[in-house]
Nanobody
Framework: QVQLVESGGGLVQSGGSLRLSCVGS????????IGWFRQAPGKEREGLSCISSVDGSTDYVDSVKGRFTISRDNAKNTVYLQMNDLKPEDTAVYYC????????????????WGQGTQVTVSS
């Protein structure tokens, strides 16, 4: 059965960095794209970044472009999200999720989700 486990969240000061990990089991990154999402209290879940299984291509929403970097290690079945220059508005629970092959930022298009990891950015 497909499972996703996020880790690496924590408390960081504004301008700092964190590296999130998403370890998958029950599937291979050869056939599944991985997306990163976040949800802050009182707000809807939003897509941030994704990486395709077809060619490893990546995509980012404007709010994180230039600050966040998604990457994968197929041998470890792991996807990472390197987050730099963090801001208080980045505070949220961060989730990874999977869908077949291609990137999307649509929450509804993803089939499996991890449990989330809390990221808190102080001023």
């Amino acid at each position: 059965q497909v499972q996703l486990v996020e880790s690496g969240g924590g408390l960081v000061q504004s301008g700092g960095s964190l590296r999130l990990s998403c370890v998958g089991s029950g599937f291979t990154l050869d056939y599944y794209a991985i997306g990163w999402f976040r949800q802050a209290p009182g707000k809807e879940r939003e897509g941030l970044s994704c990486i395709s299984s077809v060619d490893g291509s990546t995509d980012y929403v404007d709010s994180v472009k230039g600050r966040f970097t998604i990457s994968r290690d197929n041998a470890k079945n792991t996807v990472y999200l390197q987050m730099n220059d963090l801001k208080p508005e980045d505070t949220a629970v961060y989730y990874c999720a999977t869908r077949y092959y291609y990137c999307s930022h649509s929450v509804a298009s993803y089939k499996y989700w991890g449990q989330g990891t809390q990221v808190t950015v102080s001023s």
